[in-house]
């Protein structure tokens, strides 16, 4: 797929959403083993760029129908050699 820790962080945080229900961030954070904040962002980024919806309660569900327009989003927040 793509490289660098934040596609890695977008793509670990998307696939835990593939039922489309709500999933708590602390839930995420604690099966990925990684900080709350960094699922955080990466909810709000998902949710951004319409991947998820992301609401005050922290809890965040991926979209329907989103897989290629992920993979395009996700593109972008690579950097290119210059």
Not at 16 to 41: F, N, Y
Not at 61 to 67: A, E, I, P, Q, T
Request: proline share 4%; with cysteine; glycine share 4%.
């Amino acid at each position: 797929m793509f490289g660098g820790a934040r596609p890695m962080l977008l793509w670990y945080v998307w696939i835990r959403l593939v039922d489309g229900t709500w999933h708590k961030v602390d839930e995420i954070a604690s099966q990925l083993r990684i900080p709350r904040s960094a699922v955080c962002w990466a909810a709000k980024f998902l949710s951004d760029h319409g991947l998820a919806e992301y609401d005050e309660e922290e809890e965040v569900r991926r979209l329907l129908d989103s897989r290629s327009r992920f993979e395009d989003i996700v593109r972008s927040t690579i950097s290119t050699p210059r």
